[in-house]
């Protein structure tokens, strides 16, 4: 038999709290005490840089099975990033621009 007793195997490691506690203040942005330039920040107001098919297949509403089929025949702008697939605002705008129908003559 062992001596050691499993007691003590099963402690649990407390991490500190990440929340703000009641009287901490939220940091300022570009206040004193800053290194990042307002520049280095990305703009909030502007959304993201690249979009996923998921999110891009939302905006466009279509399938993304159908935005996926697409962009594998090269028949819509896309971008790769390593072997992940991704969607800037300008390719979604040229989708949506060639997918444009004139409207008929009538006769």
Same mark, same amino acid.
């Given at each position: 038999m062992s001596?050691?007793?499993r007691a003590g195997s099963h402690a649990r490691l407390t991490r500190p709290s990440t929340? =703000?506690?009641s009287g901490d203040r939220p940091p300022s942005r570009g206040g004193q005490g800053t290194n990042a330039s307002p520049a280095a920040q990305p703009a909030e107001s502007t959304g993201p840089m690249l979009f996923t098919t998921e999110q891009a297949a939302v905006i466009l509403q279509?399938? =993304?099975s159908w935005l996926r089929r697409k962009a594998a025949a090269r028949a819509v702008p896309c971008r790769f990033v390593g072997k992940h697939l991704r969607?800037?605002?300008a390719d979604?705008?040229?989708?949506?621009?060639?997918s444009a129908q004139k409207p008929r003559k009538s006769p």
């Amino acid at each position: 038999m062992s001596s050691f007793s499993r007691a003590g195997s099963h402690a649990r490691l407390t991490r500190p709290s990440t929340a =703000p506690r009641s009287g901490d203040r939220p940091p300022s942005r570009g206040g004193q005490g800053t290194n990042a330039s307002p520049a280095a920040q990305p703009a909030e107001s502007t959304g993201p840089m690249l979009f996923t098919t998921e999110q891009a297949a939302v905006i466009l509403q279509v399938r =993304p099975s159908w935005l996926r089929r697409k962009a594998a025949a090269r028949a819509v702008p896309c971008r790769f990033v390593g072997k992940h697939l991704r969607f800037a605002r300008a390719d979604l705008e040229a989708i949506a621009e060639m997918s444009a129908q004139k409207p008929r003559k009538s006769p």
